[in-house]
């Protein structure tokens, strides 16, 4: 009997896995062009408030965060449970620290880009105004005048 | 003599130390962009100046004010925030020319020509140290929201049916002209304790 096939001669070649490291590099440089490290580790507990007629922040680097809400459950002991204001990566102990703070932030920025600083505030739904009227009373002396009270897409209207 | 072959390099962990690198950076960075209101604060007050507001005439102005328990009120009437964007539309238009509604005055805008616009008005937002910042934003946003459909629905009639959004620079500076944004938050005041702000 005449042999048709060699022993293992038409097995499925395996498929190559060379392209495997371009595909995912591509991926990778895909995500570290188009987003942004994590500004901060939060300290408070935000929870945005919701509106609806809400413009895009373009520049992210032309913004500062200023997040105000009460402090995590685990720094509680330490900081209370009433509203705290966080800047960088501590708490703020009077809100004219805020002023110290801008100054700062527009120090390390190019003189070209200074003027167009934005101050984003991050604030809790649930805080009482007069904090946030503190800050913002602050900004005012301090010549930071771009703010953006950043919020939540809310989809039905009233 | 045999010649020795270059062995090629094994590639195969590559894959894992690109996705090791992928799932790093996935972890570390934040895609959501931010939203919100934009706003411009007012320069600081000198101490020595005196304040001019005196000047602005009671028909132009629209008082807001938001109390310690989130309740509004409107020129001295409460009212609920979901008719706040109605009543800030028409304060601002006065498209009766009402005379208890901001007085209009002839100016010249580009694209549109002369119109009588409510150059003068100002929409005054007062809340307590207790309000919360919810409805504050709430306020805030129906505010925005009543100029931004004045905005739209101007220049779907002027600009051939395109929305404000779609008009170009030189278009949206001409419907800001028409309907500038004139939102300003008094200086801060106490009125949870004390009883009766000075207006």
């Not at chain 1, 188009?34 to 609806?52: F, G, R, S, W, Y």
């Not at chain 1, 007069?130 to 900004?139: A, H, I, N, S």
């Not at chain 2, 409805?135 to 395109?162: D, H, P, T, W």
């Not at chain 2, 170009?168 to 702000?197: C, F, H, M, R």
Request: aromatic share 8%.
């Amino acid at each position: 009997m005449a042999k048709f096939r060699k022993e293992g001669g038409k097995r499925l070649p395996a498929i190559s896995t060379a392209s495997l490291p371009d595909i995912i590099f591509m991926l990778l440089f895909f995500f570290m062009t188009t987003t942004t490290m994590k500004e901060n580790t939060m300290l408070v507990d935000l929870d945005l408030p919701e509106a609806t007629e809400l413009t895009k922040l373009e520049q992210k680097s032309l913004a500062k965060y200023i997040y105000i809400g009460v402090p995590k459950r685990e720094l509680q002991k330490q900081n209370g449970t009433e509203a705290r204001i966080q800047l960088d990566d501590a708490f703020a102990r009077k809100p004219s620290e805020v002023g110290t703070f801008i100054a700062t932030k527009r120090g390390a920025m190019s003189e070209a880009d200074q003027s167009k600083m934005i101050v984003s505030l991050k604030v809790d739904k649930d805080t009482k105004m007069g904090v946030v009227t503190d800050v913002k009373q602050e900004l005012r002396k301090a010549y930071a005048r771009k703010i953006y009270y950043t919020s939540k897409e809310r989809t039905n209207k009233y | 003599m045999k010649k020795r072959e270059i062995q090629e390099i094994n590639a195969s962990s590559m894959a894992d130390i690109s996705f090791l690198l992928l799932i790093f950076f996935l972890v570390t960075t934040s895609m959501a962009t931010d939203k919100g209101l934009f706003r411009t604060l007012p320069p600081p007050v000198d101490k020595k100046e005196k304040p001019v507001d005196a000047e602005v005439n009671k028909r132009n102005i629209m008082m807001v004010l938001v109390n310690s328990n989130d309740k509004l009120m409107v020129n001295g009437e409460v009212m609920d925030v979901s008719k706040l964007k109605e009543k800030a539309k028409e304060f601002i238009d006065n498209p009766k020319n009402a005379s208890n509604l901001p007085e209009k005055e002839l100016i010249d805008v580009p694209f549109i020509g002369k119109s009588r616009v409510t150059t003068k008005h100002v929409i005054s937002l007062q809340n307590d140290r207790g309000t919360s910042y919810q409805a504050y934003i709430a306020v805030q946003n129906e505010l925005v929201a009543a100029y931004n459909e004045l905005r739209n629905e101007l220049s779907v009639s002027k600009f051939q049916g395109r929305k404000y959004a779609e008009l170009t620079e030189e278009e949206q500076d001409a419907v800001k002209l028409y309907y500038p944004l004139k939102i300003s938050e008094a200086e801060p005041k106490n009125y949870g304790q004390v009883a009766g702000g000075a207006q």
